[in-house]
């Protein structure tokens, strides 16, 4: 099963650089943004596993520029969740331009999951299977 979702966000003024572009950081905020309404669309947001006593820092995060989003652009923030066996949490993304459906933006995440003290947890957490097979991405 493919778990996506899609964003719908606006361009703001504080979002563009000198030459009314996005500035390319604020690429990774919207992927910030997609994995936030990725989380709260499949139960699995940072509070979700933060109360299974969880860290899921970002170790890698990758973006290509494909072109640019202007200031008043309505832009298609679509995160999809990559199936690994490995401990982690991996999201590819897509950013659309809304009006055209030119693509703005590609990329993808990776996560992994830490204890309360930083340690490197080698297997998924048990909440983290249970999720994946709640949502068959793994037999139960």
């Not at 504080?14 to 690429?27: A, F, K, L």
């Not at 820092?57 to 520029?65: A, E």
């Not at 999201?91 to 996560?111: D, L």
Request: charged letters at 25%; a neutral charge.
């Amino acid at each position: 099963m493919e778990l996506i979702d899609r964003k719908e966000i606006l361009v703001r003024f504080s979002e563009v650089d000198s030459m009314r572009i996005v500035w390319h950081g604020n690429y990774l905020k919207y992927f910030e943004d997609g994995r936030e309404s990725f989380g709260l669309k499949y139960s699995l947001g940072y509070l979700d596993v933060y109360k299974h006593n969880v860290m899921i820092p970002l170790v890698k995060i990758q973006c290509d520029y494909k072109r640019p989003l202007e200031y008043g652009d309505v832009a298609i923030i679509e995160t999809r969740f990559i199936p690994t066996e490995a401990a982690k949490i991996v999201f590819e993304y897509t950013i659309y331009r809304k009006n055209t459906g030119e693509i703005a933006a590609t990329g993808s995440s990776t996560q992994v999951f830490l204890t309360p003290q930083g340690e490197l947890l080698l297997t998924a957490p048990e909440f983290f299977t249970g999720w994946k097979q709640t949502w068959g991405i793994v037999p139960k």
